[in-house]
């Protein structure tokens, strides 16, 4: 690994007492409406969202889920702040409820009732499905009750942008790189995808496909970006070929893209890139999913490469699913010797 430059962290620690909530997170939202800054903590467990003072760094208040109706048998898989008094909850069926910093239901939607006959949505268990700004939604959808296996489904659109505020808005867009679509072999996670607002408003986005180094850049539904963003490790994707491993053995021992993360102050991106291991570890064991190294990619407006660093530490694991990104930065959580302590470290790229 010599050859990597070796991701800096700024000095010292970001410690966050939460000795006043319960730590049981698992993902986390930075939101900021420019004076005040604050970190959103989506505690799944215990059916509340826990809400931090960023600057003071400690406890502000708890956002309890709805106890109503509507909500029972509901359970969320992620969460998408649009202020400081509304708060998305979406589920893997489709199902948006938007909440009030008081815990009040103020409104729900079915996306399935939004996407006509063609389609349907087409959720991932490994990332999130939604994209959310103010009443704007992009989420991932697919041929109705088609196949992976099929050319049908690799050609056809895979995005849907959804106004909330008028069902007969949606459109769908997206199409998957040449090497995806020339190939009807399933082949692990290349419909799973991961993408992230852009720079500038509602009407851009960026998709950035797990096993592919191609990032397509979409403007108003056009594409106006794409091209190959290769890592400097090597082997990244799995043998397409002959794929003969079980889902889990190919989370643990291939590599992939994850996250494509926008900076907005600087106008970056950075990009997780999650390289492949041996499926078993000196002792014979298998090894982590989710706890091994990783490098970033720091991509500039144009999604040209910049730099890429590495992270590997035998001491603190880090995790590249436990991260967020504020308006000028990209923290990740770091194991913490006090359970009153959410311990996060601000990550720093030449």
């Keep these: 690994m010599d050859e990597y430059d070796r991701i800096q962290f700024e000095n010292g620690e970001i410690r966050i007492d939460v000795s006043e909530g319960q730590n049981s997170y698992s993902r986390y939202k930075y939101w900021t409406n420019g004076n005040d800054e604050y970190l959103y903590a989506f505690d799944l467990i215990n059916s509340k969202i826990d809400v931090f003072d960023w600057g003071g760094k400690i406890y502000k208040e708890t956002v309890k889920f709805p106890d109503?109706?509507?909500?029972?048998?509901?359970?969320?898989?992620?969460?998408?702040?649009?202020?400081?008094?509304?708060?998305?909850?979406?589920?893997?069926?489709?199902?948006?409820f938007l909440i009030s910093s008081k815990g009040e239901l103020i409104q729900k939607f079915q996306i399935n009732n939004f996407i006509n006959d063609h389609y349907e949505f087409n959720p991932s268990n490994n990332n999130d499905n939604y994209v959310i700004l103010n009443?704007?939604?992009?989420?991932?959808?697919?041929?109705?009750?088609?196949?992976?296996?099929?050319?049908?489904?690799?050609?056809?659109?895979?995005?849907?942008?959804?106004?909330?505020?008028?069902?007969?808005?949606?459109s769908y867009f997206g199409i998957f790189?040449?090497?995806i679509m020339n190939s009807i072999q399933y082949r692990f996670n290349d419909h799973?995808?991961?993408?992230?607002?852009?720079?500038?408003?509602?009407?851009?986005?960026?998709?950035?496909?797990?096993?592919?180094?191609?990032?397509?850049?979409?403007?108003?539904?056009?594409?106006?970006?794409?091209?190959?963003?290769?890592?400097?490790?090597?082997s990244v994707f799995s043998?397409?070929?002959?794929?003969?491993?079980?889902?889990l053995e190919?989370?643990?021992?291939y590599g992939f893209y994850h996250n494509i993360v926008p900076?907005?102050?600087?106008?970056?991106?950075?990009?997780?890139?999650?390289?492949?291991?041996?499926?078993?570890?000196?002792?014979k064991k298998m090894n982590s999913a989710a706890h091994r190294p990783f490098s970033i990619q720091k991509l500039d407006k144009c999604l040209n490469l910049v730099s890429e660093s590495f992270y590997e530490?035998?001491?603190?694991?880090?995790?590249?699913?436990?991260?967020?990104?504020?308006?000028?930065?990209?923290?990740?959580?770091?194991?913490?010797?006090?359970?009153d302590f959410l311990i996060f470290k601000e990550i720093i790229l030449n």
């Design 177 to 179: 790189p040449e090497d």
């Design 250 to 253: 190919s989370m643990v021992e």
């Design 135 to 170: 009443s704007i939604v992009y989420c991932r959808v697919s041929p109705f009750r088609d196949v992976k296996t099929s050319k049908s489904f690799y050609r056809s659109p895979f995005i849907a942008r959804i106004d909330l505020n008028n069902i007969n808005l949606t």
């Design 239 to 247: 043998n397409n070929k002959n794929n003969n491993k079980t889902e």
């Design 313 to 339: 530490s035998k001491e603190k694991k880090l995790s590249f699913l436990n991260f967020f990104s504020s308006h000028d930065s990209i923290f990740i959580q770091t194991e913490s010797d006090n359970e």
């Design 192 to 234: 799973k995808l991961m993408f992230s607002l852009g720079l500038f408003d509602e009407n851009e986005i960026l998709v950035s496909f797990r096993n592919s180094e191609i990032i397509h850049r979409y403007i108003n539904q056009n594409l106006y970006s794409s091209k190959p963003i290769k890592s400097k490790y090597k």
């Design 68 to 96: 109503v109706p509507e909500m029972i048998g509901f359970t969320p898989s992620e969460f998408h702040v649009i202020s400081f008094d509304s708060i998305y909850l979406a589920d893997q069926i489709g199902r948006l």
């Design 263 to 283: 900076i907005l102050k600087d106008s970056i991106y950075f990009r997780i890139v999650v390289p492949s291991q041996e499926l078993l570890d000196s002792n």
